[in-house]
């Protein structure tokens, strides 16, 4: 068809077609419920056969909706994030949302930035992970006044957000329970940023866990290290050279812990026939086989998955609450744990 036919092509030219009303093209372009699929096929496959593109511009204008979400994440290349935004792109991206990534790499400045954009463009709901719910961020989220879901983050008493996550305390009671089981009693910790919340939430799961049994944490001063591998390797020498006693570590996250395995490696010391390791996360990594890191599990893509769903169903009742979502965690048995009977000193 020629380009100046194509330009004038409508959903009337649609319905004509294939003989409906022009209401029916319009809610099978919308996925409205009471449309049979056969006949959404056949607005389909007219609109292939005329080459015509739907207006997106005019379909926001006449449904007061952008149909475009924001994702607002601290790290697109962490691989945590990295599965949570696959799996919100998979649940949105059906429903006929536009993801809109906001990278934010741990700064607030950018997070203002991206929440300042939500607004201009007029998004319909947001997903976000804010470094720290600091005043101001807490500020905006409020006066943002669409469906916001947080990820791995708890608002603040007053703040009615939903929260999509896991329970980092008990997984890290998991994590310390197992060193325990296997005879361990001078376990050391490799932990997050101390402004993290799911930092602080591990580092509490340790420590209450350790207290329980009557033991002291491992160094006496937490080692709150970062984020990253070589975050883990400076935090593993550290530990062995405060607490060379040590038998066994829990790193509050996965690139921590293989960190500490780089730096065991590298100075002889056997994992796990010395030292034992408990990671947090199960990325992908952590089992290749020169690796098999033990760690903690937490599904992922099933959280952007269920957030995404969260925020469709808000979006759909006209709500800006709900409630929270808590997945499980999973400890996942490797090979860099051992019983304390074969600890070589």
């Not at 607030?108 to 600091?134: H, W």
């Not at 996965?254 to 590298?266: C, H, P, S, V, Y």
């Amino acid at each position: 068809m020629p380009e100046r036919m194509r330009d004038m092509v409508t959903i009337k030219d649609i319905a004509k077609q294939i003989g409906v009303s022009v209401s029916t093209v319009s809610r099978a372009l919308n996925n409205h419920p009471d449309i049979k699929p056969e006949t959404k096929r056949e607005v389909l496959e007219a609109m292939e056969r005329l080459q015509y593109t739907p207006n997106a511009l005019a379909r926001s204008l006449i449904n007061k909706k952008s149909y475009t979400v924001g994702l607002m994440i601290p790290d697109i290349t962490d691989p945590f994030f990295a599965a949570i935004a696959d799996g919100v792109e998979e649940i949105l991206s059906d429903s006929g949302y536009q993801v809109v990534y906001g990278n934010t790499t741990h700064k607030q400045e950018k997070e203002i930035r991206f929440l300042n954009s939500v607004i201009e463009r007029k998004m319909d709901g947001i997903i976000a992970t804010p470094d720290v719910m600091s005043e101001e961020i807490v500020d905006m989220l409020e006066r943002l006044q669409i469906p916001v879901v947080l990820l791995r983050r708890r608002p603040p008493e007053g703040l009615k957000i939903p929260v999509v996550d896991v329970d980092h305390y008990q997984g890290a009671c998991s994590a310390v329970q197992y060193l325990l089981s296997l005879g361990h009693s001078r376990i050391g910790f490799l932990g997050l940023p101390p402004y993290s919340f799911t930092g602080q939430e591990r580092f509490r799961g340790y420590i209450d866990t350790l207290a329980a049994h009557g033991l002291e944490p491992l160094p006496k001063e937490p080692l709150f290290a970062g984020r990253t591998i070589e975050h883990g390797f400076k935090a593993m020498a550290r530990l062995y050279e405060e607490a060379p006693e040590v038998t066994a570590v829990f790193a509050a996250n996965d690139m921590l812990g293989i960190g500490a395995l780089e730096w065991l490696a590298k100075n002889g010391i056997r994992v796990p026939d010395r030292i034992s390791v408990v990671g947090f996360d199960n990325l992908e990594v952590t089992d290749l086989h020169w690796i098999k890191l033990t760690t903690i599990s937490q599904p992922r893509n099933l959280m952007g998955k269920k957030a995404a769903e969260l925020l469709l169903q808000m979006m759909k009742e006209h709500v800006l609450t709900h409630d929270p979502i808590f997945l499980d965690t999973e400890l996942i048995v490797r090979e860099t744990c051992a019983p304390m009977s074969r600890v070589k000193a």
